[in-house]
């Protein structure tokens, strides 16, 4: 597995995968022809059919800006290799002066077709599955995180330190931002009412359920909005783990640098479903993201706890399991319905699953490394509308019962 660096990236929204990945491969499109009069960017897939509402064009317009640029969506070829495929061509004195073809395969990484070398693979970790790792973990007395820095650079607690650091400031500035969200819906931000709401309940499951949903929210407004955030795993998934982790913080009194340490333990899960299965939405459903974060954030909160390997593991197996077969059918192609929901719901069952697993202390019957498997087959066997196109699921009711799009058809 590569660095955990390569998992948690900074950002703006709304979209790893539709709009930090393009960006960065027109950036360094940009870097190799440089000397070009003028860009021509087509764009397929899920890319071309839900690009508008992810703003891809105008991500890949600022990183090509005082260039001329075309951007051309292609809604009619199929892609053969990824669902997020762009191809980028360069233009000299009229004629063809470069060409990439590009996947961006989820959480702000890309990879160049042909450009094995562009990709700078660096194994660090050798073991690939939470069963390897875990049983070397407890061979060798060593914690998750513990594992986590053996494998990393000297300065990853720094880089840590800095991720959390910029969850906390886009909570912040999501419970202190009202208005609406950009786009043609009209979604009002709801964060800072949802917190009010918490701080008038005398119920303690109401405030539990509301302070959850109100961090997430304020990071996936944030992140809805085009602000800065951390892909963790992407950006439309992004505000689970941050809504979790201030959660503990502001409730059981966690330091930053036990923060700190669960952020490696939820980077080391993320990673082990990125290098087994996948984090795309385009690619596997909703699962991929929404489930996926659920997963690490269950794990981290079970770290936080003190709990052991086999409850660690089953806090992220039932966090996954009961999001198996989620479709990605954003209305519009924005990230905000059923985005923004579904983070709240993400981070409230993350919480759940790790004191679901606790309770029973049974561990797994359904080891987290076969609901990792079982979700890329599941994400791969759903049909095409319902990964991240628009065209299918709540997408399509919405469109034909209300704002109904005739561009989206």
Not at 216 to 230: H, K, L, P, Q, R
Not at 258 to 283: C, H
Request: proline share 3%.
């Amino acid at each position: 597995m590569r660095s955990i660096r390569e998992l948690y990236r900074v950002g703006n929204g709304p979209s790893s995968s539709h709009t930090m990945g393009p960006k960065k491969a027109a950036e360094e499109f940009k870097k190799k022809f440089s000397d070009a009069d003028k860009y021509v960017i087509t764009l397929f897939g899920s890319l071309a059919l839900t690009g508008k509402g992810h703003l891809t064009d105008v991500a890949i317009k600022d990183a090509l800006k005082e260039k001329e640029t075309e951007i051309i969506f292609d809604t009619k070829t199929k892609c053969d290799y990824h669902p997020n495929t762009l191809t980028l061509e360069a233009i000299k004195d009229g004629e063809p002066a470069g060409f990439w073809k590009v996947y961006s395969v989820g959480g702000g990484e890309i990879e160049i077709d042909g450009e094995d070398t562009f990709k700078e693979i660096k194994v660090v970790y050798e073991r690939k599955t939470y069963t390897d790792i875990a049983l070397y973990c407890s061979e060798n007395n060593m914690s998750l995180a513990d594992y986590v820095y053996s494998r990393e650079d000297k300065n990853f607690k720094t880089f840590l330190k800095n991720i959390w650091n910029t969850m906390e400031k886009s909570i912040e500035r999501g419970l202190s931002t009202e208005g609406i969200l950009p786009g043609n819906i009209g979604l009002e931000r709801y964060a800072k009412r949802i917190l009010e709401k918490s701080n008038e309940s005398k119920d303690d499951a109401v405030k539990k359920t509301a302070e959850l949903t109100a961090y997430a929210y304020a990071v996936t407004e944030e992140n809805a909005s085009g602000g800065v955030i951390v892909t963790a795993p992407t950006c439309g998934s992004s505000g689970v783990l941050p809504a979790v982790l201030h959660y503990a913080k502001e409730i059981n009194g966690y330091t930053d640098d036990q923060i700190v340490d669960a952020l490696a333990v939820a980077g080391l899960i993320g990673n082990i479903i990125k290098t087994n299965a996948s984090l795309s939405g385009a690619e596997c459903g909703c699962q991929a993201e929404i489930g996926s974060a659920c997963s690490m954030a269950a794990a981290a909160y079970s770290y936080l706890r003190g709990l052991d390997f086999k409850i660690i593991e089953a806090s992220s197996e039932i966090a996954m399991e009961h999001f198996l077969g989620l479709t990605c059918d954003p209305v519009h192609g924005y990230v905000q319905v059923p985005c923004i929901e579904r983070n709240g719901v993400a981070a409230n069952r993350a919480v759940d699953s790790s004191e679901l697993a606790y309770i029973q202390n049974t561990g797994t019957l359904i080891p987290f490394d076969t609901v990792v498997e079982t979700m890329y087959e599941t994400g791969k066997d759903l049909k095409s509308h319902y990964r991240e196109t628009s065209k299918g699921g709540l997408a399509k009711k919405y469109c034909k019962n209300k704002f109904y799009n005739p561009d989206m058809e």
